[in-house]
């Protein structure tokens, strides 16, 4: 489906400078659940806003969308302000917030689509074709005069995002699109969300699942208390994040004299499984010869050396438990690869 | 555009009501077993001698006190239920401003409940065997500015329920508030000219229980119908977009 482009000459179809939120507390300060926020997503990218529970991100998606006025700075939607012109910047977005919320549940699949499209100005014959193959491409095709209500969990999220996609908007926001969702379902969403991102469209997704932020998304902003932590291309994190530690099975357990010759040329060894396994940090291609020459020294049999993986859950974590800023990601990366 | 946002919002409203149709009956029914409680109340407790004339205000009056809840209560409903569904914070992200999509909501509402109104007045009439005058085209004249009025209490209790979500014991009994506008003659209490809808409920009753029609009403009457029409939907829309405003200030919309 052609994305129509609005004229703007930023790359970025949804920029965001210095948001701020505070929420007033009777008697007490003010929470600030969003404070100073920046980025941008590239048109045509998927971006994932990350952070933990009460970080800010539900506000910042609020703010975004129109539905939180935010205290201080700026909003644009494909060169749109959208502070100042919310009506037109809604033109170029479109959102799926958390949970099924966003369907009515007394109305069919074809219903739903028709009534949120007529909300937008546009009539029922211009919808009509693009709604039915919209619900052939997402798999409801059998299921369009069929209640939302009677729709499964997953069918309800299709259709959600069926909806947001059938506005043909240059921007998506979705929120948690695959919470709550089977793993072939889940497996759908994100196949549809990279279709969308071929398509053209800008995707900002809101999700606490890493797998699906690894596996669809190209850029994360990472938001914990307000702050930015970190705004970076996922490979760059992984990279920065990077195990360089290995696993090592030994035959037999490590005796008290094995296990000290090894702390000397490896201080940050740990030793697990009663002796049986070791971590070590082989951060050059020379220290991999030196701890096999330490164990055939000490006549250490050796069963298996595997790399360990590093899962952006992990990196997530690191970023979310120290990071402050954008800036400080690399070197706190650096710290990173030596806290388990 | 405006044409297709309210199409679609009739067109929900119709939808749903046969949907819920068993709602949409037992609301009808309730509402006709009051009128034969009231009924009764006037045929034992009235003037046997103004008896006739009795029945055709209490016609008029349920009539009008039905209209009148299902006008003003209905986007308030709507708001709270949204709120609940979590639809309400969909219809504010619409390129279209969320009171105009909530209007045609009402222009709906409104729509359906005067045919459903039309209805129950046949069945009233059938039931004591007594017919009013029914003079369409004024009524019709009568009805739009009184509608306006009515829509513009319907967005202040909507602006309520935008803020404060939870309204409905206040929806409850504002009815009885309705009972009084329907019901008291603008003869006993000239003050109530100033009050919304009341100028027109009068002047519906006037033609519907004596047949007065546009040879009896004067330039005045029109004015005061219409200036009050006007001045009461637009208060009301003013009070809808200030609660909106904080309910976005606050973050409020999506909260129940």
């Not at chain 2, 007594?130 to 829509?151: E, G, K, Q, S, Y």
């Amino acid at each position: 489906m052609p994305i129509p482009h609005a004229a703007t000459t930023t790359a970025d179809a949804l920029r965001v400078g210095d948001l701020r939120k505070a929420y007033p507390r009777r008697g007490a300060p003010p929470v600030h659940a969003v404070d100073g926020v920046s980025f941008g997503a590239e048109r045509g990218r998927v971006v994932g806003l990350l952070g933990p529970n009460g970080a800010g991100k539900t506000t910042t998606i609020k703010m975004v969308c129109g539905l939180v006025r935010p205290d201080g700075g700026t909003i644009e939607v494909c060169g749109v302000d959208a502070r100042r012109r919310p009506r037109h910047a809604a033109r170029h977005l479109a959102a799926v917030l958390e949970g099924n919320r966003n369907l009515y549940w007394r109305l069919t699949a074809r219903e739903n689509l028709r009534y949120f499209m007529g909300n937008r100005g546009r009539s029922p014959r211009e919808v009509a074709a693009a709604a039915d193959a919209l619900l052939e491409r997402f798999d409801l095709g059998e299921k369009r005069d069929t209640l939302v209500a009677d729709l499964s969990r997953g069918m309800q999220q299709k259709l959600a995002i069926a909806v947001a996609v059938l506005a043909g908007t240059e921007v998506l926001l979705l929120d948690e699109p695959t919470l709550g969702l089977d793993v072939h379902t889940a497996d759908e969403v994100r196949r549809l969300v990279r279709e969308l991102a071929d398509e053209g469209r800008t995707v900002l997704l809101s999700s606490h699942d890493m797998a699906v932020v690894q596996d669809v998304c190209e850029r994360v902003v990472v938001i914990a208390h307000g702050r930015l932590v970190a705004d970076e291309r996922v490979a760059t994190l992984l990279d920065l994040f990077a195990s360089r530690a290995y696993d090592a099975r030994l035959g037999a357990p490590l005796s008290g004299d094995q296990e000290a010759e090894l702390r000397r040329a490896f201080p940050l060894l740990v030793v697990n499984d009663g002796g049986r396994s070791v971590r070590v940090d082989l951060p050059h291609g020379d220290d991999l010869y030196r701890f096999i020459d330490v164990l055939r020294r000490e006549r250490t049999p050796l069963e298996s050396l595997d790399r360990v993986a590093v899962r952006f859950e992990e990196v997530f974590r690191h970023l979310v438990r120290g990071g402050s800023d954008a800036q400080g990601t690399h070197a706190f990366a650096q710290e990173a690869r030596y806290v388990d | 555009m405006w044409t297709n946002v309210l199409r679609a919002n009739v067109a929900k409203v119709v939808i749903e009501l046969r949907r819920y149709l068993p709602n949409t009956i037992s609301m009808f029914v309730t509402f006709y077993v009051i009128f034969l409680a009231m009924l009764l109340g006037v045929t034992v407790v009235g003037d046997p001698a103004a008896m006739d004339q009795n029945v055709r205000f209490l016609l008029v009056g349920n009539a009008v006190w039905f209209l009148l809840l299902g006008g003003i209560n209905s986007i308030g409903w709507e708001v709270t239920t949204e709120a609940t569904r979590g639809t309400l914070e969909q219809l504010h992200m619409s390129p279209v401003a969320a009171r105009w999509i909530l209007l045609a909501r009402l222009v709906g509402n409104l729509a359906t409940n005067l045919a459903i109104v039309g209805l129950m007045l046949l069945a009233s009439m059938a039931t004591t065997r007594t017919w009013l005058a029914v003079d369409l085209p004024f009524l019709a004249a009568v009805l739009v500015p009184m509608l306006l009025a009515v829509a513009g209490l319907a967005f202040a209790v909507a602006g309520l329920a935008v803020v404060y979500k939870q309204v409905q014991a206040m929806l409850q009994i504002s009815q009885f508030v309705f009972l009084a506008m329907a019901f008291v003659p603008l003869a006993t209490a000239p003050w109530l000219e100033l009050a919304p809808a009341v100028k027109g409920i009068d002047m519906l009753r006037a033609s519907l229980v004596d047949g007065a029609g546009f040879a009896a009403t004067g330039p005045l009457d029109w004015l005061s119908l219409l200036l009050n029409g006007a001045a009461y939907f637009a208060l009301g829309i003013l009070a809808y977009a200030a609660a909106e405003r904080r309910a976005i200030a606050r973050g409020l919309l999506g909260r129940y």
